[in-house]
C-alpha cells in the first residue's frame, strides 16, 4: 500500500450540480488508509460473522466480493447510535428517510454486476456510502450520484476520512446517469423506479450489467445486460427499497 497525504474534500460546482472530490495521493485501489484500517481493525471478526452467516452463507461466492465486505468498515456509514447494529442482517436508516441496504442485498448486487478487475462503475443513490465502497474495492473507478444533499456532503466526508481515492461523487439527479463518465461495465441503483431508466441502459458497455430495483409496491431485483442488438432483462430476487425520487417519479 502506497503511503498517503493528509487529504481534503473539496465541492466543485459545474453546471449547477455540485462534484464532490477527494483530493490528495491515490492508495491501493478500493483500500482505506493504514490509520483507519487500524481503527476499525477491531470490528474485523463481526464483519468475518456477517460474510460467513449472512452473505456466503446465501449463496454469494465471488471472491472479491467476500474481501470486500471484510474489509469495509460498515459501521463507520452508520449513525453513531446505530454503530452496534452496523453488522446485524438488517437495512437501517441514515437520516433523510433513507436507509443502508442489508449487507447481503449490497454483496448479492455488487456480484451481479459481474465486474472486470478493471471496471469502471456507475452507481444512482450514493446515500451513505457503503454501497460505492464495497464497489470500490472490486472496479477501478466508481461514479455516484446522490439527490439528498446532506447524504452527498456526510457520504463524501466519510469517504475521504478513509481515504478512497477512486470514488467520484455528484449531487443531483441520476435518473439519467452520468453520460460524460459512460461508457460502463456496470451500473447499480439502490433505490427503486417503477421502471427502468433508458438513459441507464444507454450508457452500459457492450457486455455490461444494469442491476435495479424495480417497482412501487411489489419490487424484484432486475439484472439488463447490454448487448451489441439491444438489452437483456432478467428478474431475480423480490426486494424491498425505498423509491427514486425526482425524474423517475414523473415518468
Not at 490509520?35 to 452467516?53: F, K
Not at 433523510?96 to 456480484?111: D, F, G, K, L
Not at 423506479?193 to 424495480?214: E, K, T, W
Amino acid at each position: 500500500m502506497k503511503r498517503s497525504r493528509p487529504r481534503r474534500l473539496t465541492a466543485l460546482a459545474l453546471g449547477g450540480l455540485t462534484i464532490w472530490c477527494c483530493a490528495g495521493a491515490g492508495l491501493e485501489r478500493g483500500h482505506p488508509g493504514a490509520a483507519a484500517a487500524a481503527q476499525d481493525a477491531g470490528r474485523a471478526g463481526e464483519r468475518e460473522r456477517m460474510v460467513d452467516m449472512q452473505i456466503r452463507a446465501r449463496g454469494v461466492r465471488d471472491p472479491r466480493v467476500l474481501e470486500a465486505m471484510r474489509t469495509v468498515p460498515r459501521h463507520r456509514f452508520v449513525p453513531p447510535e446505530l454503530q452496534d447494529q452496523a453488522y446485524a442482517d438488517t437495512p437501517l436508516p441514515i437520516g433523510s428517510q433513507q436507509t443502508i441496504s442489508q449487507p447481503y442485498i449490497v454483496a448479492y448486487m455488487t456480484e451481479a454486476l459481474d465486474l472486470p478487475p478493471d471496471a469502471v462503475v456507475l452507481e444512482v443513490g450514493t446515500g451513505s456510502g457503503y454501497q460505492a465502497a464495497v464497489l470500490a474495492a472490486v472496479a477501478r473507478e466508481v461514479y455516484s450520484i446522490e439527490i439528498v444533499p446532506e447524504l452527498a456532503a456526510r457520504s463524501a466526508q466519510v469517504l475521504t476520512d478513509l481515504a478512497y481515492d477512486n470514488i467520484h461523487l455528484r449531487t443531483g439527479d441520476g435518473y439519467r446517469g452520468w453520460p460524460e463518465a459512460a461508457p460502463f461495465d456496470g451500473i447499480v441503483v439502490t433505490a427503486a423506479p417503477d421502471h427502468v431508466p433508458p438513459a441507464l441502459v444507454d450508457q452500459l458497455a457492450v457486455g455490461g450489467r444494469l442491476v435495479i430495483p424495480v417497482g412501487r409496491y411489489s419490487q424484484d431485483m432486475r439484472i439488463v445486460t447490454r448487448t451489441a442488438d439491444g438489452a437483456v432483462s432478467e428478474t431475480t430476487i423480490p426486494v424491498r427499497f425505498v423509491p427514486m425520487t425526482g425524474e423517475a417519479e414523473q415518468r
